[in-house]
């Protein structure tokens, strides 16, 4: 029997744990009840914003299955209208309104990778613009432009002068290096460093020149779901391994993996630092020369409670640790700048590799960040970020405790820029993220960031970003929806 518009969602089931990802989940489903005739010929479907919200997952999961149909002939989607369905899989659409069909579309066949990038729920899409309490930012606003600006301007006129050098501009590894072996315990040469647009180009850039198909990678459940799509795109057995008090824990029995990815600083999501034991058991699991672990420092500038812990790199002495950074943090979302310190082995490989993908960051901002950084600003801005995110931190925790107490239970973590409140009851933590985001309270869920079954449901709640007042309304409006 044909189904009315509003009962779509409700006909399709998504499994978050399910062994495929969701955009080829609805892609299948979508494909069965149209192919079916439950869609009837001619019915438009939800625009892909409204069906993205009722089945909670991104924007881009629905618009990824919607191209995927048209190509085969199931659908017809036009710019800024509703898709319409057309049955049998290609027949042309007749009728009022209806839009006109364009001459059957041949499926582009993908390759493997591109295929398996469009399977994965990640990259997120946001529609709305940055508010509170969205995770992984630092405050724009506190940038000191005025500095940067210099910088960038001193950089733009020396360009005249400027050769086209290097894609690693010297002068900027040198600092970068130097800060490294001081604020993080990295020993590395200059030479070790590439400057690359994000830290996601330096996973991406790992992916393709240390992983074969089949290959097993472990990264951390829950975790960044980046690292887990950068490593899935290229074909390896991406697994995703339970944490402890600890952190990643080692699995059990299983022969070490090609490669383990973590956060050992603040592990993302929970912010757990993990133990000097625990680090010097997963380096022993690289050292027989078969598994790279890669570090992912993403926000290990800011500790608030004890010293920084040094990075593990720092403990690697068989250079098998690949030591991912970014800018994106520590300075603004919009720089997009990252690093990737690499094991003296592959160096040369990996120089080749950047140059064929062309993962390279324009010389200008190179020169102006090296300037940054050289003259003290980068450290005095990330000493003032460092008391400022402590204070609102500790806002945050405090608010959460006295008007959620009942519901969430706080994990405070030693340091980083967003914090997980479990739900002490219930699993439903999709659905109250749904509901503070209609309040205008922006979290993640944390079983969304699971790869197995989901174990843990909670909030993923940014910080960093919000000033005292932001997070104290923000924390009001949350009161008032649970
Ligand atoms: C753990 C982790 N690694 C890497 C990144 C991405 O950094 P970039 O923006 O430089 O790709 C993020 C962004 O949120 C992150 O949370």
Known sequence: MPVSDDTIAGLIELKRSGEHGLTAQLTSQLRG???SGRIGRGRALPSSRQLASDLG??????????EQLAAEGYLVAS????????????????????AKPQARATRPRLSPWAAKLTQTDWPMSYQAPLRPLRPGHGDAREFPNEVWARCLRRSAVRAARRELGPVNRPRLREVLAHYLATSRGVRATADQIMILPSAQAALTLIAATVI??????WVEDPGYPGAAAAFHATGARVTGVRLDEQGMQRMPKAAPP?????TPTHQHPTGRLMSLARRTELLSLSRPGKTWIVEDDYDGEFHYDSRPVPALQGLDVHGRVFYVGTFSKAMTSDIRLGYLVVPPAMVATLEIAQRHIGLIASSHIQDALAEFIADGQ??????????LYH?????LVEGLRRHLGEVLSVEVPTGGIQLVARLRRGTADQAAVKRLIAAGVETRALSSLALGKPCDHGLLLGFAAWRESEISAAVRTMASCF
């Open 378 to 387: 980068f450290l005095a801005h990330i000493r003032r970020m460092r008391r």
């Open 391 to 395: 204070a609102r931190r500790d806002h």
């Open 33 to 35: 009840l149209i192919g």
């Open 79 to 98: 710019h800024g209208r509703r898709p319409v369905a057309m049955a049998d899989g290609g027949d042309a659409v007749q009728g009022a309104g209806a």
């Open 57 to 66: 997952v991104s924007r881009n999961t629905v618009t990824y299955a919607f």
């Open 212 to 217: 074969s198909r089949g290959d097993d990678v």
């Open 258 to 262: 090609a490669l383990m990815f973590m």
